[in-house]
């Protein structure tokens, strides 16, 4: 028995591969959507993953250090060291801010403060080296466009980038520049120029600060104002055999200090730092997808309707029912398995160009395929019912 | 005739068919969890490795002083400016003296008026010398009378009593002549004290310098210990470095540094490990050491390499070379649990492996005491974290740029 559909496929098999392309890119757009609010999680996600820890203490009664801004001392660290359960604590600071790289443009990026050998050290790179000096080197992800080698501008000095990492981004999908920590304090902390001088002007005519009995003070006064030993946060990995809640919790009772679990981090990043952007992503790939499922219903039924004198003549030579509507069921379904094939191809295509991360997921490739296919198969049914309707005389009239 | 277009069309479909499932099947592979990932991989070697240690310092001045009143006053006149080279005990600046001109004119009249009372002393002591002798006399006379009986034994008594009398006054009288020369000398050495005083305000240098800065003007008040100048001695400029302290171990005196100023990036300067300091600072986590420079930074010998006090420098001290040990480029260093290690290759799967460091060079290489032998190969670079038995492809560089190496 001959294949009706492939028969009649291979009869304007140019029109039903360029449909199927059509299609394809349509579905390739709604993949990709799905990518980008699969990437935005995956931000997220990558943020906590890269900082390698199991516990993040933060000030207290602040959702720090991502979604809200924290401020410790660094000694604190010390005494987080000194709790049951803590293998190891390192201090941290994150900034994002404009830097500049060597050719002068401004790349935005979240500048990480770093203790070298401790949690929070990018995990891998993927090329150059950690950082060895205390000062005045940093690692870059690669998504910033800095070379190896390249010297880079963070506030008033110039970095020497040694390393380059990937797929280290915030929760907003900047990408990292890790630097020592003592760089960042400062960095973080720094105010320009003319902003120090005025400090100064503003504290030596202050009569409290400047007294004339007291030489000294003024100078004293003005050192404290430009010295900082604030940290972000305090990253704590758990020693084997603890539970991160039973580390956590004498940590807030007796250090008053906030400490959120790796549970409770992602749900302060998932659930409420990108809640409102991935809805908006999410909404739009809901409405892609209507839109998607529509045109693909009406394609199909167009394509019907375009051959309805053949299917007149097919039913006036007593061609049966069933054979013509899965002609119709067969085309159907394999112009939905070419547009989602193409679709796929497309998007894996064209998502390393986005500049933010886009995440294909195979789980999500899968639904898309079945929803392709049961869609392709509720808009043939549109076809068969007007098919099976037509009055053999057509053909003839 | 009908067949052939057929059999083409359906060749040309079939190729399509295979194109596009081979398309998926590259897709599915390449990208995505399925995906292998890319490592480069490095074989562990021997060798040995140079450590050193960095850090930052500020560019002090070893010899500094601040000129300033013992008193409290008011400056009077101040006769350099910043800059100025200024030679051991020149004036450099003046306090108002106020009254004490005027004093040292009094105690001079007291001191004249003190000589004049030891000159009437002295005249006083003649005087009673001369009474005494006549007195002398006239007891020798009146005794001599008594002794022949003519004059009653009364008379001879109020004699005696004149002699005696006499001599008392003689003795008061010299008493008195060695009290104005004691007034003399105590007025005198009130007199130079007040001189040192007087002295005292006027500001001199108490070394060779250079002013550096002037921080009173005159006519201002300035408290006592308060500096009207403060100076320097720019041939002992020296480089106070910051250390991390989990990065200085090795910091000895003696060491070669290497110095590099925030104001002359290009041209590395030499110098070595003056003092290493016993306090650390406990907040920072940092160790202080001096580094003098191996050429004195001063205007006359280098003109061009000159360096001003509180310039940021950037410091490299050289440690003696390792002993022949297994290296490893510090991105290969992983830590998992609480562990540290690498990535090795054992049948082209990673399998974590524990290793134990050694010291570090700043150029990125790190000895491996244990843990590894020669010839390992160990994973530096990979595109994503990798995790036990992960399908990995090795590729020579993951970044085009990556070729130079590390810099």
């Known amino acids: 028995m001959i294949s009706l559909a492939g028969r009649d496929i291979a009869h304007s098999w140019s029109k039903f591969v360029l449909t199927g392309i059509g299609l394809g890119l349509l579905i390739g757009v709604t993949l990709t959507m799905a990518g980008v609010y699969r990437g935005m999680v995956d931000d997220a996600h990558a943020l906590l993953n890269n900082s390698g820890a199991d516990l993040w203490v933060v000030q207290k009664d602040t959702q720090g250090p991502y979604a809200e801004s924290s401020s410790l001392k660094d000694d604190v660290v010390r005494s987080v060291r000194g709790m049951p359960g803590v293998a190891q604590a390192a201090n941290v600071t994150y900034f994002t801010m404009q830097v500049q790289g060597g050719d002068g443009d401004d790349t935005r990026a979240m500048v990480v403060g770093i203790e070298s050998g401790q949690s929070g050290e990018p995990g891998y790179l993927v090329a150059g080296r950690q950082i060895t000096r205390g000062h005045y080197e940093a690692v870059a992800d690669v998504k910033t466009g800095f070379a190896l080698g390249e010297r880079i501008r963070i506030r008033r000095h110039d970095y020497t980038v040694v390393g380059l990492t990937q797929r280290m981004v915030s929760s907003g999908g900047d990408p990292m520049v890790f630097i020592a920590l003592k760089d960042a304090q400062e960095a973080q902390f720094l105010k320009d120029n003319d902003a120090i001088q005025n400090d100064r002007t503003r504290t030596a005519t202050n009569p409290a600060f400047n007294r004339p009995g007291v030489p000294g003070l003024l100078d004293a006064v003005q050192a404290l104002q430009t010295s900082s030993h604030s940290v972000n946060a305090v990253l704590v990995q758990l020693a084997p055999g603890f539970g991160a809640e039973q580390v956590a919790e004498p940590i807030r009772r007796w250090k008053h200090l906030q400490v959120f679990t790796r549970a409770g981090m992602e749900e302060i990043l998932v659930a409420k730092l990108i809640a409102t952007s991935a809805k908006q992503i999410g909404m739009f790939l809901v409405i892609l997808a209507i839109v998607s499922a529509a045109i693909v219903a009406f394609i199909i039924y167009t394509m019907t309707l375009g051959k309805i004198r053949e299917i007149a003549v097919l039913k006036l030579i007593g061609t049966r029912n069933i054979t013509i509507a899965s002609m119709i069921l067969q085309q159907a379904l394999g112009l939905g398995l070419i547009g989602f094939i193409v679709g796929k191809v497309a998007a894996t295509i064209w998502a390393p160009v986005f500049p933010k991360f886009v995440l294909l997921l195979t789980q999500d490739a899968f639904t898309g395929l079945i929803v392709t296919l049961v869609i392709c198969a509720l808009a043939s049914t549109l076809a068969i019912r007007t098919a099976l309707k037509v009055d053999p005389a057509a053909a003839i009239g | ?407």
């Open chain 2, 1 to 407: 005739m009908k067949q052939r277009p057929l059999a083409v069309r359906r060749i040309v479909i079939g190729a399509l068919v295979v194109a596009l499932v081979a398309a998926l099947a590259f897709v599915a592979l390449r990208t995505g969890p399925l995906a292998p990932i890319k490592v480069t991989v490095n074989s562990v070697q021997e060798g040995k490795l140079s450590p050193a240690i960095f850090g930052i310092g500020t560019v002090e001045a070893r010899r500094s002083w601040m000129v300033g009143p013992t008193v409290a006053g008011r400056v009077l006149s101040v006769r350099v400016d910043v800059g100025d080279v200024v030679k051991a005990g020149q004036l450099l600046a003046e306090m108002d003296p106020v009254d004490l001109d005027q004093r040292l004119a009094a105690l001079d009249a007291a001191l004249a008026r003190a000589s004049s009372t030891q000159a009437a002393a002295q005249a006083q002591v003649a005087d009673a010398m001369a009474r005494r002798e006549l007195a002398a006399i006239n007891a020798k006379r009146n005794q001599d009378l008594a002794a022949q009986n003519f004059i009653s034994p009364g008379a001879l008594e109020s004699r005696l009593q004149e002699r005696a009398s006499a001599d008392a006054a003689l003795q008061a009288a010299q008493a008195n002549l060695s009290g104005t020369a004691q007034d003399i000398t105590r007025q005198k050495a009130e007199r130079a004290a007040l001189q040192q005083q007087r002295g005292n305000v006027r500001l001199l240098a108490p070394a060779d310098g250079v002013v550096t800065s002037r921080d009173a003007e005159a006519g201002s008040t300035v408290v006592a210990g308060q500096p009207v100048l403060r100076l320097i001695d720019p041939a002992s400029l020296w480089v106070r470095m910051r250390v991390d302290q989990g990065r200085s171990a090795g910091l000895a005196p003696g060491l070669k540094a290497r110095i590099v100023l925030r104001s002359q990036p290009r041209t590395p300067l030499q110098g070595q490990v003056a003092r290493v300091e016993l306090l650390a600072d406990a907040v920072t986590e940092e160790r202080i050491a001096q580094i003098a420079f191996a050429t004195a930074l001063t205007p006359a010998t280098t003109p061009a390499a000159t360096a001003s006090v509180g310039e940021l420098a950037e410091v490299e001290l050289q440690l003696p070379e390792t002993a022949t040990a297994l290296l490893l480029p510090n991105a290969s260093i992983q830590r998992l649990q609480g562990q540290t290690g690498v990535w090795r290759l054992s049948e082209g799967k990673p399998a974590f492996t524990p290793v134990r460091l050694g010291v570090s060079s700043l150029d990125g290489r790190v000895q491996v005491l244990d843990g590894l032998k020669a010839g390992d190969s160990v994973v530096v670079y990979s595109q994503k974290a990798l995790t036990e038995g992960a399908r990995v492809q090795v590729v020579d560089a993951l970044v085009k740029t990556a070729a130079g190496g590390a810099p």
